[in-house]
């Protein structure tokens, strides 16, 4: 590679430090403010290069860093953060962003690089949908909890199991918080209702695209198909966290990182490994992206 390079990305900026392996040169500095503009007029100083490539830290920004290389004829190479960050071996001193770069480009001029898999742009795009699913989920559950809270926190009987969940539960619910709460009890629940209705507004139309991914998606078939238990959504966030088919050197590892694989603990020392999904179920869904 006539030019590898390290880029360390934060909010404001992102530091570069690239070696020239031709002439021997390392250029540092900034790119500021850290954005796809910027970062795209930045890489035209490359145009024309036949082999560079440069490696980031898999952190927040780093898909459109990535995305702008890929556009460039640069070759993206995404770092696991923590196996990046074990190679740096003992702290001797602060870490800076130009130590950062440095390291990066480093450990891609030597082979050493613990990279990450960087999915193709669906991919990505379910993800962001996943996790906007599941940021409102969590909110969701929060806003459920924070109703019970408050009934337990002022001593009035405990709701019902279907009291969030239909309109006459609903109804008894506020009937309920104005005999037994408080004026502050009473608004806390009715910005908690108020708040439970915004929320699965949002997350009806969402659960629905999801599902309709899943049902497209061969990976996610497959998991669902095969696997007990595991319903479209689930075996869409497991397709698409679980990477490429040449990511793990074997299905039983795949089945490793997604939590799959019981292990069984007992009193006596060792301990007895069962997996949760056949080998032949994992590789299928690895193929199926």
Do not use: N
Not at 90 to 102: E, Q
Not at 255 to 267: A, P
């Amino acid at each position: 590679m006539p030019i590898v390079g390290g880029l360390d990305i934060h909010r404001k900026q992102i530091t570069f430090g690239y070696l020239d392996t031709v002439t021997g040169e390392v250029k540092r500095g900034q790119i500021a403010p850290a954005d796809r503009a910027h970062v795209r007029a930045w890489l035209a100083r490359f145009a024309g290069q036949d082999d560079a490539a440069f490696a980031v830290e898999g952190c927040a920004g780093w898909r459109y860093v990535a995305e702008e290389l890929a556009a460039a004829g640069i070759a993206a190479h995404l770092g696991e953060p923590a196996d990046t960050a074990a190679l740096r071996g003992r702290k001797r001193h602060a870490k800076t962003d130009k130590t950062g770069s440095r390291h990066l480009r480093a450990l891609l001029a030597e082979g050493r690089l613990p990279e990450c898999w960087i999915p193709p742009p669906h991919i990505l795009e379910c993800r962001a949908l996943l996790e906007t699913y599941h940021d409102l989920r969590r909110a969701h559950t929060a806003w459920v909890q924070r109703i019970h809270a408050v009934f337990f926190h002022q001593g009035a009987p405990p709701l019902g199991e279907g009291a969030l969940r239909t309109e006459p539960g609903l109804e008894a619910l506020r009937a309920a918080a104005a005999a037994h709460l408080s004026p502050a009890g009473q608004q806390q629940v009715a910005t908690a209702v108020d708040m439970l209705a915004a929320t699965e507004a949002q997350l009806g139309p969402l659960r629905h695209q999801l599902r309709d991914i899943a049902r497209h998606l061969t990976g996610a078939k497959v998991l669902a198909a095969r696997l007990y238990g595991v319903g479209p959504l689930t075996a869409l966030a497991l397709t698409c966290w679980l990477g490429g088919a040449d990511r793990f050197s074997s299905s039983r590892k795949a089945v490793r990182f997604t939590g799959l694989d019981i292990t069984v603990h007992t009193y006596r020392p060792q301990r007895t490994a069962r997996a949760a999904v056949p080998a032949r179920t994992a590789g299928a869904a690895l193929g199926g992206l």
